[in-house]
Nanobody, 115 residues
Framework: QVQLVESGGGLVQPGGSLRLSCAGS????????MGWYRQGAGKERELVAR???????NYADSVKGRFTISRDNVKNTVYLQMNSLKPEDTAVYYC?????????WGQGTQVTVSS
C-alpha cells in the first residue's frame, strides 16, 4: 500500500520561503519520477515540479526560478524548496508520482502566502 505524507506548509509573507517534504512508504521512489502538485481554491490540481529517477527536473512556468525540487532516495523523501513566494502560490500542495497514482494521493499540506 502506497502512502505519501506531505509536511512543511504554513503561513508565510510574500517574498518568504518554505521547504516542503514528502515521505513515502510502500513505494520505491528510486525508480519513479516524482512530482509536486498544487490545488488552489476553485482551481484544478496542477503539476508544478517534477524530478525523474535520473534527477532531471522540470517546472511549471509559474514557479520556474523560484521553486527547486529534489529527492533523497535513501530516505524515500522528496522536497520542494519554495522561494520568493507570491500570494498566487497559495494552495494545498501534494506529492505523487508523475504521472500520478490515483490511490496514492495524501492529505497535502496547506501553503498560504499573505501579508
Amino acid at each position: 500500500q502506497v502512502q505519501l505524507v506531505e509536511s512543511g506548509g504554513g503561513l508565510v509573507q510574500p517574498g518568504g520561503s518554505l521547504r516542503l517534504s514528502c515521505a513515502g512508504s510502500g513505494v520505491s521512489f528510486r525508480l519513479n519520477a516524482m512530482g509536486w502538485y498544487r490545488q488552489g481554491a476553485g482551481k484544478e490540481r496542477e503539476l508544478v515540479a517534477r524530478i525523474s529517477g535520473g534527477l532531471i527536473t522540470n517546472y511549471a512556468d509559474s514557479v520556474k526560478g523560484r521553486f527547486t525540487i529534489s529527492r533523497d532516495n535513501v530516505k524515500n523523501t522528496v522536497y520542494l524548496q519554495m522561494n520568493s513566494l507570491k500570494p498566487e502560490d497559495t494552495a494545498v500542495y501534494y506529492c505523487n508520482s508523475a504521472p500520478p497514482l490515483e490511490a496514492a494521493w495524501g492529505q497535502g499540506t496547506q501553503v498560504t502566502v499573505s501579508s
